[in-house]
């Protein structure tokens, strides 16, 4: 499902990580990796995600991007297994 977000606003993203088992498990921490339109290129960035508890949370400020569609997963630092997915529509305000 694609998650329109207006451009200059930000998007917060929160996420508990799962073991092969489906039990929850603190990782030494999160990254969240956003990758969005800039003019005719696509930037890539990863951001660390902020741990409270067992959820891990990270802001992306969509005024870095220009108007498009954006890529998004979270990972556990140090790995490449994605634990959550998604797309951002970032569009007109």
């Known amino acids: 499902m694609t998650t329109n977000i207006k451009y200059g606003n930000t998007a917060q993203f929160v996420a508990e990580f799962l073991d092969v088992n489906g039990n929850l498990t603190i990782p ?3 990254v969240l990796n956003i990758a969005y339109p800039v003019g005719i290129t696509t930037v890539s960035t990863s951001i660390r995600m902020t741990q409270q508890d067992s959820f891990f949370t990270a802001t992306w400020q969509s005024s870095v991007s220009s108007l498009g569609a954006a890529f998004w997963n979270i990972t556990a630092t140090g790995s490449s297994v ?12």
């Open 28 to 30: 030494a921490g999160g």
């Open 82 to 93: 994605t634990q959550a997915q998604g797309d951002l529509r970032i569009i007109t305000p």
